[in-house]
């Protein structure tokens, strides 16, 4: 699975160098949460988002337990992505989102895979 995959990458490689690159663990831990997502949506409910904002509504509405600790992912991947380097996330946001968000997503997709 490309969660896995991602997830060790992120935990065997980035999450050493944290303190240089929190933007980068930032981006993976949330493609690392939105494979999780993708594979869960597609064995449990046949769906495959094309755009974030309808992966967003469903994920509110059917999938609360984890809605939010994924939201808070992809906005710090976008903020590492998209925004300055000023407004990039920080190691503590990076590492809270690693050890928190990341792992609900995951513990919640691996009992229902």
């Known amino acids: 699975m490309k969660a896995e995959r991602n997830e060790n990458f992120l935990s065997n490689f980035l999450i050493k160098i944290i303190r240089e690159y929190p933007d980068w663990v930032s981006i993976v831990a949330f493609y690392t949460a ?3 997502v993708e594979a869960f949506l597609k064995k449990n409910h046949g769906l495959d988002f094309e755009h974030h904002e309808e992966r967003h509504r469903f994920m509110s ?3 609360p337990e ?7 992912l992809y906005d710090l991947g976008f ?10 996330p ?16 995951e513990r919640f997709v691996k009992e229902r895979l």
Do not use: G, P
């Open 79 to 88: 903020s590492a992505r998209y925004k300055s380097i000023n407004d990039a």
């Open 34 to 36: 939105l494979h999780f």
């Open 61 to 63: 509405i059917n999938l």
């Open 90 to 105: 920080t190691c503590d946001e990076a590492d809270s989102a690693v050890k928190y968000d990341l792992a609900d997503v």
């Open 66 to 72: 984890i809605f939010q600790a994924y939201y808070r």
